[in-house]
C-alpha cells in the first residue's frame, strides 16, 4: 500500500511557457502533500505544503507566484512552473503522508528542463 | 525550527561489512519523527527506516537498525551485513508537520 504517482516523469518546455506536475496517491486519502526541489548531487529541498482544500504554505524564498500549487482532492496536488526559465530547470518531487505515524511515501519525481 | 545534520558527504564500506552513517537533528517539538530514506541513481526515495523520537526503543528493519541517542539528538543508521544493492544516496529526515532532510551521505560498497 500508500502509492504515489507523479507525471510527467520528464518534460522539457520553452522558457517563458507553463509547466504542470501532478501527484496523486492511488491508494489513500492524503490531506497533506508535499513539494520538494532536488538539484544534482544535493538533498531534497522543501519548497511548499499543501493541504486539501486550503492554500498552500511555501517555504521562505521560494517564489508563490512562480510555483503555483493546487491540492483540489485528497488524491491530488499539482505543481504549476509559471514563465519557466532555465533556472527552474530541477528534480521536483512529491510527497504525500497519509499519517504522520505511516511515514511519508514519495512519488518518482519530474526532471524538468526549460530550454 | 527543525535543523537535521549529516557530517559524513560519502562513506565506504566492503560487501558484508557493516557502516554506520551519522545523523543530528535539532527540534524543540516533543511530537516528533526521524527517517532514514534511500536513494539509488533512480532517485526513487524509498523508505528505511523510522522512529519516534518519543520512543527510545531504537528501530530495526532486517539489516538496517538505529541508534536513537535521545539526549544528543542523534540518530545514526547501521546497516549490517552490507550488500552491493545498498549503494545509495542516504538521507537522514526530521518531522513535525513537514519533512526536512540533511545533506545526505553517499554510500559506496566496494566488491
Known amino acids: 500500500g500508500a502509492v504515489v504517482s507523479q507525471h510527467p516523469s520528464r518534460v522539457i518546455c520553452k522558457s517563458g511557457t507553463s509547466v504542470k506536475i501532478e501527484c496523486r496517491s492511488l491508494d489513500f486519502q492524503a490531506t497533506t502533500m508535499f513539494w520538494y526541489r532536488q538539484f544534482p548531487k544535493q538533498s531534497l529541498m522543501l519548497m511548499a505544503t499543501s493541504n486539501e482544500g486550503s492554500k498552500a504554505t511555501y517555504e521562505q524564498g521560494v517564489e508563490k507566484d512562480k510555483f503555483l500549487i493546487n491540492h483540489a482532492s485528497l488524491t491530488l496536488s499539482t505543481l504549476t512552473v509559471t514563465s519557466a526559465h532555465p533556472e527552474d530547470s530541477s528534480f521536483y518531487i512529491c510527497s504525500a503522508r497519509r499519517n504522520r505515524e505511516y511515514g511519508y511515501t514519495f512519488g518518482s519525481g519530474t526532471r524538468l528542463t526549460v530550454v | ?111
Do not use: H
Open chain 2, 1 to 111: 525550527a527543525q535543523t537535521v545534520t549529516q557530517s559524513q558527504p560519502e562513506m565506504s564500506v566492503q560487501e558484508a561489512e557493516t557502516v554506520t552513517l551519522s545523523c543530528t537533528y535539532d527540534t524543540s517539538e516533543s511530537d516528533y519523527y526521524l527517517f532514514w530514506y534511500k536513494q539509488p541513481p533512480s532517485r526513487q526515495m524509498i523508505l528505511v527506516i523510522r522512529q519516534e523520537a518519543y520512543k527510545q526503543q531504537n528501530a530495526t528493519e532486517n539489516r538496517f537498525s538505529v541508534n536513537f541517542q535521545k539526549a544528543a539528538k542523534s540518530f545514526s543508521l547501521k546497516i549490517s551485513d552490507s550488500q552491493l544493492g545498498d549503494a545509495a544516496m542516504y538521507f537522514c529526515g526530521g518531522a513535525t508537520n513537514k519533512l526536512i532532510f540533511g545533506t545526505g551521505t553517499l554510500l559506496a560498497v566496494q566488491p
